[in-house]
């Protein structure tokens, strides 16, 4: 069981700048990819980025590359959603979710992960 924590949203002007913390535990964390999705109001959740643990891989969705940069800290067993350049359509609630287990390539949907937060609210304002 791994139980996942975000923190860092809030209400921002567009343009501004957040970063997201989603902090893992467990009896014994190890960890294939984690991911940051995001759910607006009436709309599905969407991949926003993911990251292979062990580094090396990392994907973004196109509405976001080159405002957005994941990253994770292994000895804090959290990953990190650094967002600038923010837009109102970036507002949504934002969960981290986590994978354990192998698979040829990290997943960017929903599926593939099998644990998720509570998730965190970004809002901004035009």
């Known amino acids: 069981q791994v139980q996942l924590v975000e923190s860092g949203g809030g209400l921002v002007q567009a343009g501004g700048t957040l970063r997201l913390s989603c902090a893992a535990s467990a009896r014994t964390f190890s960890s294939y990819a984690m991911a940051w999705f995001r759910q607006a109001p009436g709309k599905e959740r969407e991949f926003v980025a993911a990251?292979?643990?062990?580094?090396?891989?990392?994907y973004y969705v196109d509405s976001v590359k080159g405002r957005f940069t994941i990253s994770r800290d292994t000895a804090e067993n959290t990953v990190y959603l650094q967002m600038n350049s923010l837009k109102p359509e970036d507002t949504a609630v934002y969960y981290c979710?986590?994978?354990?287990?192998?698979?040829?390539?990290?997943?960017?949907?929903?599926?593939?992960?099998?644990?998720w937060g509570q998730g965190t609210q970004v809002t901004v304002s035009s």
């Open positions: 979710e986590e994978r354990s287990s192998y698979i040829s390539d990290i997943p960017r949907r929903v599926s593939g992960y099998y644990y």
């Open positions: 990251i292979r643990w062990s580094g090396g891989t990392i």
